[in-house]
């Protein structure tokens, strides 16, 4: 008999035990398996964790299909030729050069093409070095070519340097030269010189 807490207590008889064991271990394991509710709970839960993930990845494949057409439309188109623009001077009018004129057509219409963009052709006469200029003549008359302004030094450079002994081809704006005495009846700005 055991006295422990100051009760009697009779031995349980063994099939009594057997079975609060056997209870014991079904309340256990009953406690540690989900129901099946929550079972079904979870599989719910995954589709439409799935179902949602496929439809953002619908969503972002759209956006990058998206992103790339508007890349290819921000992509600049190469330039068949620099535009006039970008060739001119500051302070100079905008406008398209005229088919190419000779020192004597540009001397005889030159209140028709002053202030305007020409392209003149003509046999080079004396380089004034010191004005960065050169003369173009013609039996009407000169035309003088400003070439300081050009932007490139080396072929400013090279045209002080090298005799000219063929046709030169100027493309500026045409304007009245200062009274200086020159004897030139126009002035072009170049803007580009062949020669």
Same mark, same amino acid.
């Given at each position: 008999m055991?006295? &422990?807490?100051?009760?009697?207590?009779?031995?349980?008889?063994?099939?009594?035990?057997?079975?609060?064991a056997l209870l014991l271990s079904l309340l256990w394991l009953s406690a540690c398996s989900p129901a099946p509710q929550a079972h079904e709970d979870l599989r719910q839960e995954i589709q439409g964790l799935k179902a949602q993930l496929t439809a953002l990845q619908?969503?972002?494949?759209?956006?990058?299909?998206d992103q790339q057409v508007i890349l290819a439309l921000l992509k600049p188109s190469p330039p068949a030729a620099p535009p006039a623009e970008s060739l001119m001077m500051p302070g100079q009018p905008p406008g398209p050069a005229p088919a190419c004129l000779t020192v004597s057509q540009l001397l005889t219409s030159k209140d028709r093409y002053l202030g305007t963009r020409v392209t003149v052709k003509g046999m080079p006469g004396p380089v004034m070095v010191h004005h960065k200029s050169l003369l173009l003549k013609s039996p009407q008359g000169m035309l003088e070519v400003l070439f300081g302004n050009l932007p490139d030094p080396k072929l400013v450079q090279s045209?002080?340097?090298?005799?000219?002994?063929? &046709?030169?081809?100027?493309t500026g704006v045409v304007n009245l030269p200062p009274p200086r005495g020159g004897g030139a009846q126009l002035q072009i700005n170049a803007e580009a010189i062949e020669f």
């Open positions: 055991n006295t &422990a807490s100051g009760r009697l207590l009779l031995p349980a008889p063994p099939g009594r035990r057997r079975v609060a619908e969503k972002l494949n759209q956006v990058q299909t045209l002080t340097s090298t005799p000219l002994d063929r &046709a030169v081809t100027v």
